[in-house]
Every structure is written in C-alpha cells, then in structure tokens.
C-alpha cells in the first residue's frame, strides 16, 4: 500500500558468510528479509525462505548474523526427473496432505534421504501408494530433512518467506513439528527494495 | 578358476522385505551375496554392493535377513549432473581421497546432505576446491551420508562386492570409519550363479 512511481527504492549485491566448512551466499533473500522486518516491525527471528535453495537465516537487533542454505527444492527436482523415481512420481500433482506428513515424519527418525527416497520407488512397486501422493510423500521426506537438520528445540516460531505453494507445505511441516510461522510473499521484496533505499548512505546527486 | 561348459548355474527372481515404512527389492544382487559365501566360506555378516542403488544386506546362518537400499549413486549423478553443481563439478575425474576424506567427515556430523552440497557450489564460487576436487568430495559427502545411516559401532568388518572404482571409495571410505572390508567383484556374481545351482533342487528332467 502507497507505493508510487516516486517511492525510494535501492538494491544491495547479496551476502556471504563462513561456516566451519564452506563458505555460503545468498542474493535477493537479504532484500525479502529487511522487508519482512519491516512488514512485521521485528528486528530478531528466524527467516526461512524455502525454494531451489532454501535459505534459514537468524537475525539479531536488525542484523542478519548467520545464515545457511540447502538444495531442498533442487534435490527434490532432481530427484523426481532424474532418478528411477520419474518412472512414478508425478512432481506436479497437488498436495496430498497425509502422504506430506508421512514424509516429514520419516526424515525425522534421521535415518535418511538416501534410503527413504527409494521407498518412493517401491510403494509405487507394490501399488501401495499413487504418483501424486508419491509427490507429496517425496517433498515430504526432502522438507522433513531440511527441518530435521535446521530446527532447534527452542524454535517455536519462524518467519517463512515465498510463493504461496511453498510457504503452504513448508507451513504445514513447521506446524506438524510444532513449530508456528508467519507467512509473507512477494511483498516482501518491494518493501525490502524500500526498506534498504531508508538504510543505506543517500546516493551522490 | 575351474569353469566349463559344462558348470552348472541357476537364477533366481530377486528378494523383496518389508521396511516399517515401506517395502525394499533387490533383484540379482542376492546372486552376488550368495558367491561371495560361497567364494569366502562365510555364512554370517554385513554385505555392502555400491551403486546406483546401494544395497546393505545382513546375512545369518547363510540366510539373508534383512536388507535396506540406499539412492546414493543415483543421487551423485543427479547432484553432479542436474543441479546447479553440474557448472562446477565434473562428475569423472579421478578420485582425490583428501576432498574424498573431507566429505566423508562432513556427512558424518549429520548435518545433512541438503545443506552440505551446496558446499560444492561455494568452495567452488571461492575458488577453493577445483572441479576434479569438488567431484571427490560430493562423492564423500554422499558416501559419507550412507555410511552414517548404516554403520553401528559393533559392526566393524563388511563384504564390499561391486567394481573396482566403486570399492575403492567405499573400502576407504569405511577404513575411515574404522571399519574393515573384505572386497569382492565380479567373480561374486559367477560363483553365486553356480552356487544357487546347489542349493535349488534339481530341475525336472
């Protein structure tokens, strides 16, 4: 609400930081994250923003301190396009809800995606499960392991950032793991290409 | 050694068991399992075939008990050749057993495969793994993450049955680990042949 042509906006070239093994980066998610701030007048939290890949970033006093990435969403595509699971996953099918949080549930015992993922390929052997619930359950066990890995006890609420189909499922995981979010979507940029021309230094005339 | 024409052989349909979860197959790797008992005189231990679909299997008493399959081949090609890792990876050149070596580590603090690939793209963004590395180490990464989900502390001996270039990573990979290997190749597969000849009753004339 209220922009115009004359609204201030500026643009910032992405981040990096060091983890113990490898450097990451990321390019846009810092811009959706200071809109969210402020949308939503926080300054602290945890910043999810699921997709090809996925982004968890931990702010403090306005400040993002640390963040972390995972080939969720590419895994997921390579996994349903590239592997024997094309033969019967439909990766476009709509959520079936219960086949999704059978998924979640299975990457929670932390036995794996390596091993889990075939079982995409057998229920599908032994008819026990169709190609769009296969989908679901797929998406399932990669989101199930990305919150396995990322979330902590202490973690009650996060601010999840994305499309609509995304921010749903991974809404649905966090709860099913007892976890509440916030969802915001693409207006989070236009107010995070606000939010940073108020931030940074005014341009030279 | 001591083939002929006249040696006589048997083949047998494949195993199925039941997972909690799901069910799992195997379908020719069972012939190899039997060669081996055959070919090293054991009727008990863990049987390890790398591959597109890694196989572990228990074996008691000369029966196969259980099983579990792991995506672990197919998952490296499909990370190396139809992710964004595909710019930077080049999915056949020799193995490096230092890059090998750090992703083994790696996946062994159970992080997460998810999170831990995308370490790929960014040693190579800073330019501080070369391509023929970076192949080593998603390779260890994923060798790594299958061998976290399936060793216990007890087991520390396995019979690795599979090619050479495969072996060869996991035997490292699983000296590593503390774990010794007995490897075989395909000679298993020739000896399980004759010796499911054994142990089926004979045929109708």
């Known amino acids: 609400p209220g922009w115009s042509a004359r609204t201030p906006m500026a643009i910032v070239p992405g981040l990096s930081c060091e983890h113990a093994h490898a ?7 810092e811009t959706q994250i200071f809109g ?11 910043f999810v923003l699921p997709g090809t890949h996925s982004k968890w970033a931990w702010v403090h006093d306005g400040r993002i301190q640390r963040f972390t990435t995972l080939m969720t969403g590419e895994v ?12 019967t996953v439909d990766p ?15 990457a929670h015992t932390g036995q794996g995606l390596l091993h889990h993922a075939f079982g995409a390929r057998t229920l599908a052997l ?3 499960m ?6 679901s359950y ?10 396995r890995t990322m979330l902590t006890p202490s973690q009650k609420l996060v601010m999840l ?22 969802v915001f979507g693409a207006e989070s940029t236009w107010a995070g290409l606000h939010a940073l021309s108020k931030m940074l230094p005014a341009p030279h005339p």
């Open 126 to 128: 032994f008819q026990r």
């Open 76 to 87: 997921f595509a390579a996994l349903s396009q590239h592997t024997i699971l094309a033969r």
């Open 92 to 106: 476009h099918a709509a959520l079936d809800a219960e086949a999704f949080l059978q998924g979640v549930d299975l």
């Open 130 to 135: 169709s190609a769009g619930a296969l989908a």
């Open 23 to 29: 450097p990451d980066v990321m390019r846009g998610e």
């Open 36 to 46: 969210v701030m402020q949308i939503a007048g926080v300054r602290d939290g945890c």
């Open 138 to 147: 797929l998406s399932g066990l990669c989101i199930g392991e990305e919150l």
């Open 161 to 182: 950032i994305g499309s609509p189909a995304l921010t749903q499922r991974y809404a649905l995981a966090l709860r099913h793991r007892g976890v509440q979010s916030h």
